[in-house]
């Protein structure tokens, strides 16, 4: 989704009650962050202009949402967005936070003692190029920091046929279970769907919307993830890069060795064997 640069958005969420400016010193700490913090606490990952968790955080007081995008002005529009809903609603936005975020990073800023209940993706970039799929919200690579920190079930939504298949597989190589699964949600869609801005989108535009919820392996939930980010991994990966460059690996060893760093399962062609459902 492109959106333009907007000078007033940093200034207007960092005035913001409920737009969290520093997530990674709010690790540990999320439930104190809301007035009933003993509620149901619900994670949104990428979550654009916040019509989805506007609508479900105004529908549902019962829960707590945290929703988290990348960039700036996608979350200033989603504090407004909130802003509206809310004052429509006759109440004060106590259920929900907004923070900038690279989900990459979650598990230095979501910790298995925030203790999230539910990850929701909504439409999450297909990034379609082979080389670009580590990047997915949906890669076994995140699947793992989402498993150390979710005690409850992660819902996913978009309308990206190949997405969807390659995630099944994802989801089932990294140990989860698949406890729903639908490739039109729409053909008997749940009173409950709230729908987001994509799925307003792609709906208008004929295509079909595929959904299933997931359940982390029971022994995934607080088990130490490794950060990419750390600069001991950072200095591993440069050193690896230049073994690839002078030839001292070859694509498929350094691949292997970068597995091997992370603890990630083995790839697998994606078509092999696939049935994929209509
Ligand atoms: C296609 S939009 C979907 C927005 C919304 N969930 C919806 O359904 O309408 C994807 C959103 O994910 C955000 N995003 C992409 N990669 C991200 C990342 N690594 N960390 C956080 N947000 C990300 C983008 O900024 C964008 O707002």
Not at 239 to 268: D, N
């Amino acid at each position: 989704m492109r959106i333009r640069f907007k000078k007033w958005a940093r200034p207007e969420l960092a005035a913001s009650p409920f737009c969290m400016d520093n997530a990674f010193a709010l690790a540990g700490t999320w439930r104190q962050q809301f007035a009933k913090p003993e509620q149901p606490f619900y994670v949104e990952l990428g979550c654009g202009k916040g019509g989805w968790v506007s609508q479900a955080a105004v529908l549902h007081p019962e829960n707590n949402y945290l929703a988290l995008d990348i960039k700036s002005e996608m979350l200033a529009v989603a504090k407004r967005k909130t802003e509206q809903a809310f004052a429509e609603a006759g109440r004060e936005p106590e259920n929900i936070r907004l923070s900038i975020l690279n989900i990459e990073r979650i598990s230095e800023v979501l910790k298995p003692e925030d203790g999230v209940d539910r990850i929701y993706i909504n439409f999450c970039n297909p990034w379609p190029k082979e080389g670009h799929k580590k990047r997915r919200l949906t890669h076994p690579r995140q699947l793992r920091q989402y498993a150390a920190i979710l005690r409850g079930e992660l819902h996913f939504k978009t309308d990206d046929c190949d997405l969807f298949t390659e995630s099944i597989e994802y989801f089932e190589q990294s140990g989860w279970e698949i406890l729903t699964k639908s490739f039109d949600l729409h053909a008997d869609e749940p009173a409950d769907n709230i729908r987001t801005e994509h799925e307003n989108m792609f709906t208008e535009m004929g295509k079909k919307i595929h959904f299933l919820i997931a359940k982390p392996p029971a022994d995934a939930f607080g088990k130490p993830v490794p950060n990419l980010h750390a600069p001991d991994t950072v200095k591993l990966f440069h050193a690896l890069e230049k073994q690839r460059m002078l030839g001292i690996l070859t694509e498929e060893q350094f691949e292997q060795r970068k597995r091997e760093i992370l603890g990630e399962p083995e790839e697998v062609p994606h078509d092999e064997g696939m049935e994929v459902e209509k």
